[in-house]
C-alpha cells in the first residue's frame, strides 16, 4: 500500500513563493506518474500540475503555467511543487497523487484517473 504525505504549506502574501512537498512510501515513487491537484473551499478538486514517472514530461493548468514548476527526486520518492507569484486565487488545500505507470497508456489529468491520494496540506496567500 502506497502512501503519500505533503508538507511546506503555510501562510504567504500575494507576490511570495512557496515550494510544497510530497513524499512517497510504501512503494518507489518511480512506479507512479505523479500530481498535484488543489481544492479551495466550495468548489470541486482542480487538476493543478503532472510529471511523469521519468521527470522527462510535465504537465501545467493554464491558471499556473509559467508560475508553477513540478519536480520529482525519484531517490528521494519525492515530487515537489515550487509556487512563485502566488496569488488569492491560489488559496487551497494541495493534494498529492499518484497515478500508476501502465504499458501502453500515457500520464493523464483527471482526478479519478488517480489511484492514490495525500491528506493535503493548506496554502494561504493573503492579499
Known amino acids: 500500500q502506497v502512501t503519500l504525505v505533503e508538507s511546506g504549506g503555510g501562510l504567504v502574501q500575494a507576490g511570495d513563493s512557496l515550494r510544497v512537498s510530497c513524499v512517497v512510501s510504501?512503494?518507489?515513487?518511480?512506479?507512479?506518474?505523479m500530481a498535484w491537484f488543489r481544492q479551495a473551499p466550495g468548489k470541486e478538486r482542480e487538476f493543478v500540475a503532472a510529471?511523469?514517472?521519468?521527470?522527462?514530461?510535465?504537465h501545467y493548468a493554464d491558471s499556473v503555467k509559467g508560475r508553477f514548476t513540478i519536480s520529482r527526486d525519484n531517490a528521494k520518492n519525492a515530487v515537489y511543487l515550487q509556487m512563485n507569484s502566488l496569488n488569492p486565487e491560489d488559496t487551497a488545500t494541495y493534494y498529492c497523487?499518484?497515478?500508476?505507470?501502465?504499458?501502453?497508456?500515457?500520464?493523464?489529468?483527471?482526478?479519478?484517473?488517480?489511484?492514490?491520494w495525500g491528506q493535503g496540506t493548506r496554502v494561504t496567500v493573503s492579499s
Open positions: 510529471i511523469n514517472w521519468s521527470g522527462a514530461s510535465t
Open positions: 510504501g512503494r518507489a515513487a518511480s512506479n507512479y506518474h
Open positions: 497523487a499518484v497515478q500508476v505507470v501502465l504499458l501502453y497508456s500515457g500520464m493523464t489529468y483527471s482526478a479519478t484517473s488517480y489511484d492514490a
